[in-house]
């Protein structure tokens, strides 16, 4: 079977090389290149294959029918422009063309939480992939959102914790095992991450336009996973919390409405997002508890990417993906 | 000098070795006897020093001024009864006598939440030690209670993390190495927490009889600390918010005010509770994010109850405890 | 494509649920009946897929063309027969009838290292599956066995490290998380280890009875994995040290001759060995270190018994086995 | 009581952290100044007190009697020099001073494994103390070393491991948490490690010239604390194998004759080795296997830095130190 040629590029990070693995592993896609500025030259093992990063600027993107951009935020749109000037279509792993960048008023780009957007996302050039919190937690609560469910007004809490893997790969001291092992701490703390911006604007377009959200993540002492609490103060209970989740997805292969609240064992190195809905006792506003699980770098990041990839191509949506 | 000899009833369990490691470097306390009826005969060695556990029943209670209870809830109040009926005065770390509990209905305790009851201690028979996530949670919140500026009405969310020691020394396969590593996941979810009722009682008694708690608390992949993130709406803010908190405890030796949101790193083998306050931006509704960490097996255990002991027998209140 | 029916007795334990997961993504196998006597009934997930325990005297022995045995040392020999009474091939992952145990006495099986042992295999009725640490360290050893360049009469000491499920899952409270965690420790420690009969018996066939093997493990703080530190004192050194193991080994698929030390993160959730060769600067006694590593759940246990599986049953050796 | 001010050079990395940690408990030390070049002016919380850096080259060390330098390997004995040429004298953690170190020509200094060279430290004015695996190991052989016990010409094989923190707080990629956990691996492979040259020359002094030393180090996911398992071939049994270490070490405060085998766990925060000895079953030449079990930050470290300053300034040696 021909494969289509895609490539990589900042393909050291632990996105990056989570996508080398999952396209050396795609029995559509083969790796037409993968880049690392600062390991160019260098041989690296992904499963059982062996690569060599090129620089990226010598990365040969018109070889690749698609290329996947893990740069950091704000590189990562020069690099977008470039692949764009040889007509290569572009997933973008980046925060640049995300709703609420600043980057992004010039260039529109789908935004690919592909459960939600897969319409718009086969004739695109550029997609805008998600970042693992907003994945985690707007497919968590769209169901709410789609059929004005949450009290007019109110405010979404969300209480996230993250492996470190969601930091990327940087040597920073904050980051070092000796660190964290036996830590667990909030950051960002005071509704300040940069990614309430990207959930707000996708709230307000899935139907929660006044909605407030206020988050808080956590840095958790594993490599990777992400679990978000999500307490909803909705206008009233149904008696089966669960059956708006099952009926508003389906099918869809890549979500679980699971009986009992999911773990990060769950999820992990799948390309799923598990969630499950309770009803919460002893208040007196109605309220719904939502825990939503994810593994950051699969469905928070490349699995995702290779997902909407798969869309984009014309692939079968599932292929090459661990659910 | 003379030391004063008290025994732990319960001793084999993460809080009772916590106790004997506490007691054996006292300098105003020593250790009459350790019982755990599993391990009786067993020779352990805590810090520097070895002990042979008895059985529970051949404790000679009469031996000691006071003695702490770290049995299981509902076995605890029999022995408290055993060692009331022989004169010898009890802190009780188990449930059984703490607000809410229904077991402690018949005998008053005094709840000792060491910084907000201090005044109750020292001519009580029995002290109701606090739970770990109530100690963590009420202190940061009590200010506000105090100050009737919570939201009338409102729901005060948290969303608490503890390591697996809080599930104490039992041999549950869920809490085996191999299980919890690299997860992470929420339990009780639907605020169903036991330590609900300890919470809405003490919350009531210190003025937030119309505050509603939302909790939700996650097994962490450490062995020891609590985190708890919690957010609350309030009437309006202030300009410097972590004002009340530093005016309310002013000088108590084992609260600290942070301008940093702690970290379980910040207080681990430490008895102190860590608490900052934060701003929500982005809200509409005027909302405090306060952060609140505490080592589950000293300020929230074996630490607030030598606290305790030492405000009971006369003992300077910090003697014997690492702040 | 038609798919062999395969069974799992004992699947509720760790190398019992890889097997389970293994078999449910394997082109070749389907998994007629995974049974677990105390978890008789219970639903669980294996990866995408669910399936639901049967109590092990209920297990539809005959609906299966392979029967895989991974119940408790002692327990599994007579399962094997009942599974032999009824025709069924056996792939057996205990000690029972592994050289050097004493049950082994009547019944013949072909020991199941496969690299070393692959002719024996296709005719058997029975394949008794290497423990996880002899896989590591005979495969390690076996070109210097073979070509006889151990010194004579010489002790090759392996230290040895194993993640906790190495211990199976049962729930010992010095497996509890905050027993392991930030801790290490050797066991079995003056070379009383039972993997040492089995390793004596192999290595003397292999070549070596003339050779001690002085072997310490460990147990680590984590999950998976095996690595095994083996100084062996040989007659002399050659230039290339490793080119008798490339020789030796040739193209198999799951043996990797590396450069570098191999570390656990080289191997865990695949089936192969990792093995280095380095000569010992400042010693007198020319001496190699042998560095191997396996996945103790892998190529230590369910996956070699898969590997095994396949040749019995003449599929490819490779399939369904991640490399 | 009077204190004797004591400065720390490098007291941001672990060793240097740990020392300011133990000085500020101290009852007989205060602590003068703590330098750390790159987070000058920085202020610190080490247990329950702050502290500010000072930049190295801004610290007042006429204020001090001792100063304890904990700077990299080569920029240490500058600033031992500095030091000396203001009159005060030295513990010095780095390897510059010790025993095979190539830039100790010059300077002699006392090698401060406490409890066998206590006699030459009163009257030194530099201090060289000694590395962490080192002084796991010395202590552990130096009982056979000086009763002649060990089979001339034979090998002593040491297989050890240790926590992170023993390579430094430096911000290298391999020790980020995510890299670190769940992994373990050997480093230094082939008797390459710069420790060798420390241990061979004081092995030679306790009386084993003849004697060779096959050291791999590995590298554990824990924060901190080594084991080294050290294997002797002997030239004969006796039989309480223990019993000579009991002799040697008599009534040494930080020296622990263990009847089972040492963990991290016996050890970790405490300025003490724990050694247990064991005979090889099943093997032909007479071999003893000896546990040892240390902090590395501790008896490896800043606790045994403490212990020679407490010896060089006449106070009494446990004096701060957690046994």
């Known amino acids: 079977m021909h494969k289509i040629p895609v490539g990589v590029l900042g393909a050291s990070g632990y996105a990056g090389r989570e996508l080398c693995g999952l396209i050396t592993q795609h029995p559509g896609l083969s790796l037409a290149f993968a880049s690392a500025n600062e390991q160019r030259g260098q041989r690296v093992r992904v499963g059982a294959t062996e690569l060599t990063y090129v620089a990226t600027e010598d990365a040969p993107l018109d070889k690749a029918e698609v290329v996947f951009t893990a740069l950091p935020h704000g590189t990562s749109a020069r690099w977008v422009g470039t692949a764009r000037n040889v007509g290569v279509r572009v997933v973008d792993l980046s925060a640049d063309f995300r709703p609420g960048a600043s980057e992004s008023s010039m260039i529109k780009a789908p935004y690919g939480l592909t459960e939600l957007m897969r319409s718009r996302i086969p004739g695109a050039d550029i997609i805008a992939n998600p970042g693992c919190y907003p994945t ?137 997002v598990r969630v499950s809905i309770s009803k919460a006792a002893n208040v007196k506003q109605p309220t719904l508890i939502i825990i939503s699980a994810i593994d950051n770098l699969m469905k928070g990041a490349a699995g995702q990417a290779v997902q909407n990839a798969n869309v984009l191509l014309g692939l079968e949506e599932q292929s090459g993906l661990p659910a």
């Open 136 to 272: 985690a937690i707007l497919l968590a609560i769209a169901p709410l959102l789609s059929e004005q469910l949450v009290l007019p007004g109110a405010t979404i809490n969300v209480s996230a914790a993250s492996g470190v893997t969601g930091a990327g790969y940087s040597a920073r001291p904050d980051l070092l095992f000796a660190e964290v092992v036996e830590d667990f701490k909030a950051y960002a703390v005071g509704n300040q991450h940069r990614h309430i911006a990207e959930m707000r604007a996708v709230t307000a377009e899935l139907g929660g336009a006044d909605v407030d959200i206020l988050f808080t993540p956590h840095l958790l002492p594993v490599a990777r996973g992400i679990l978000a609490t999500i307490t909803v103060p909705i206008k009233q209970h149904s008696d089966d919390p669960a059956a708006l989740w099952r009926r508003f997805y389906g099918n869809e292969p890549f979500v679980e409405i699971a009986d009992q609240p999911p773990s990060l064992r769950d999820v992990v190195r799948r390309n799923v």
